[in-house]
């Protein structure tokens, strides 16, 4: 487009000035040193000095996986260069323009190397291995600003990563010293996991249309909207999505530093035994219940056929709302519409609910109809407070043969067999 602009060197941080060769105009271009702001940023947030304590425990071990993508140069500042651990810490973290031929997605299918070396298969279910599990595995999407978090052969959902999360967000330092958390928020298709802890520790609490902006305007419900101030503030999405309004986005190794914290916070004895990932999260589940969850994507779908599955379920929410499915009873169905507390704005169309008597939830939405074709997700959860170590599948077995039925996906689109389950 500007064949005759010149060079200017990006790897140096720096202003260049450029002007026309008439001196009609001039433009200045800045180079910013965006890792090492962005670290200093991290710094200022969490107990670093606490995370490198856990970190140099003997029985404490990593892995960080980056996935080839752009979270590489700030993982090994702040492992590395910061907090003074081995290179080995770090997987995949050489950024590469086809993500070195993966497929750079934080989950149970795609960061397959990742999840094989903690011990477990793609469904999350544990494997045999041969030599020991690092204690915590991570890993990040393409752009960084999307997490995966796994213990010791255990994963832990979005949902409940985000629940687990504000439960114990006031050991960070960014929430400690301004008073303690104030508000969080959910995308409507994440689990009600956070709700309960939201419920239970009188947190303003958001349920939102998938996207980070209606979360950004939470944010700024007071600084830019002269409302009510919501800050400091925890959101996030089941499509392992987590941050803060220390930024207007998702952030991928916030939510990696956060779940470190925590850990650091429960671990203060290094002579006392290591409390895990997965001690954390059952704990959290003896305390305010398991929200089982999953997600069914349906990747390449033909765009005329699940936008008229989706018309048909539109439809038919007034004929299912009261109608008895298996053990269960649709109480309400409908298309799930928001009306934002900030701006007035109004949100439609942004997914269809089958709410059961009992509180679980069946839940269908379209995502991409350009390209590779539409991708159908559908959400299954199931609350319990007392069966709390069922295998996922088995406890979401009855409702995922309810849900199937209700969408009929397999005459609209020609296939009940997702592409991938989280």
Not at 124 to 137: E, M
Not at 350 to 369: A, E, N, V
Request: proline share 4%; glycine share 8%.
């Amino acid at each position: 487009i500007c064949s005759d602009f010149p060079e200017i060197d990006i790897a140096t941080p720096g202003c260049t000035s450029v002007a026309a060769d008439d001196g009609s105009s001039s433009v200045v271009v800045e180079v910013i040193p965006s890792t090492e702001s962005h670290v200093a940023l991290l710094k200022s947030i969490f107990d670093f000095g606490a995370i490198k304590s856990l970190l140099d425990r003997e029985d404490f071990s990593m892995i960080y996986d980056s996935m080839h993508g752009v979270n590489g140069p700030f993982s090994k500042a702040v492992f590395v260069d910061e907090l003074g651990q081995p290179e080995s810490v770090l997987m995949n973290h050489i950024p590469k323009d086809d993500f070195n031929g993966g497929h750079a997605d934080p989950n149970l299918t795609y960061a397959k190397e990742l999840v094989a070396i903690m011990g477990l298969d793609k469904k999350g279910n544990k494997i045999d291995v041969s030599g020991s599990v690092p204690s915590f595995g991570a890993a990040a999407d393409g752009d960084g600003d999307r997490n995966m978090i796994l213990g010791s052969q255990f994963f832990v959902t979005p949902s409940d990563s985000l629940a687990v999360l504000v439960a114990n967000a006031n050991c960070m330092p960014f929430f400690s010293t301004q008073g303690g958390l104030k508000a969080v928020a959910r995308s409507m298709p994440t689990s009600g996991a956070v709700d309960l802890v939201a419920k239970d520790l009188n947190l303003d609490f958001f349920e939102t249309p998938t996207g980070w902006k209606f979360f950004g305007n939470l944010m700024d419900s007071k600084c830019i909207f002269k409302g009510k101030d919501y800050t400091p503030f925890i959101c996030g999405e089941e499509s392992f999505g987590t941050g803060s309004d220390h930024v207007r986005e998702k952030d991928g190794i916030w939510a990696v530093l956060a779940w470190l914290n925590v850990l650091a916070a429960q671990n203060p004895d290094s002579s006392k035994a290591l409390v895990t990932v997965e001690d954390i999260v059952r704990k959290h589940w003896a305390t305010y219940g398991r929200n089982y969850y999953c997600r069914w994507d349906f990747e390449g779908m033909d765009a005329v056929g699940a936008n008229a599955m989706m018309d048909k379920m539109r439809a038919s929410t007034a004929a299912n709302t009261g109608r008895t499915v298996g053990s269960y009873t649709i109480a309400t169905a409908d298309d799930f519409k928001y009306v934002d507390p900030v701006d007035g704005s109004v949100a439609q169309k942004q997914g269809i609910r089958f709410l059961m008597s009992d509180g679980s939830r069946i839940i269908f939405r379209l995502s991409g109809t350009a390209g590779s074709g539409a991708t159908v997700r559908m959400y299954i959860e199931q609350y319990e407070t007392e069966k709390l170590d069922l295998a996922v599948a088995n406890a979401l077995k009855e409702l995922t043969t309810i849900a199937l039925s209700l969408c009929d996906i397999k005459t609209f689109c020609g296939t009940e067999t997702p592409t991938v389950i989280t």
